[in-house]
DNA sequence: CTCCGATATGTTATGACATTACATTTATGT
DNA sequence: ACATAAATGTAATGTCATAACATATCGGAG
């Protein structure tokens, strides 16, 4: 899967260490984690994380200064992904909702404002947690 | 105005720093514009800020590392807050709708998810800029 | 194949944002 | 006026992110 997805070494080691993690890490977290495999500096990881982001195969969580791989199987070109984020167990639910990014559409419409990104994330507790 | 809202001097301070931005400032930003009132330390700033944060007179930009004043003179208790901030002149438009909070409502219900706080950011050029 | 440009990597240093810990002062209510 | 809670001052440190520069690797054109 990888392999075709024509990713260097750094990419994939950071995106494996995101897809093993239970909830989003910091750069810094993955840089720990990676330290075995020869990673050394904070920017290794965020080069990688900024291809991977380009890519769409990870987002940032903005309200954590963290990163999650996505787990979106679909292929979300210009699409709103939202995210909503445990603050017990820390798990981050990836989605995106037609009927919200509509609302969003109508409301810059109305006030003339072209968007270009948005960032949507609900911090609450997951079914699992409450 | 101030002074019925029972601010001390370092948060009145730091709310009006902002009520005299043009756009949002991050806290570094409003310390050196203080230096001049004596506040030596980003503590202080920071300090100020929470209070003002509580009692919802000042919002944090999370995609922006930066703060803005309050400009919604209703009571929003409970209420999500949005923002639509302009890449070219670095306005932020706070705004409130009913529909979008009612459309978040929806999603969390159906995945049973107790919203605590929402952040919705949306990036682009405002009217003025394209 | 080989050369070249584009892309990725490695490394050090530094910048930007935020908090911990602790001592002191000021405000508030009884 | 006293006790307690809230706010302040200060230094140090922690966390997140990027600048600058040197080196290596990949991929295509000749």
New binding site residues.
């Given amino acids: 899967m990888s392999e075709t997805l024509?990713l260097?070494?750094?990419?994939e080691l950071v995106l494996k260490a995101l897809l093993h993690s239970q909830g989003p890490l910091?750069?810094?977290?993955i840089l720990d984690e990676l330290r075995g495999e020869?990673?050394?500096?904070?920017?290794?990881i965020?080069?990688?994380l900024?291809?991977l982001r380009d890519r769409k195969l990870v987002h940032?969580i903005e309200t954590l200064?963290?990163f999650v791989a996505c787990s979106c199987h679909a292929d979300h070109a210009g699409e709103t992904v939202a995210f909503a984020i445990c603050e017990a167990c820390g798990k981050v639910e990836e989605f995106s909702d037609e009927a919200l990014q509509k609302r969003i559409g109508a409301w810059t419409r109305e006030h003339d404002f072209l968007p270009a990104r948005t960032t949507l994330e609900i911090k609450g507790l997951c079914a699992a947690c409450h």
């Fill in positions: 024509n260097t070494r750094n990419q910091s750069a810094y977290q020869g990673l050394r500096a904070p920017l290794q965020y080069r990688a900024d291809k940032r200064n963290a």
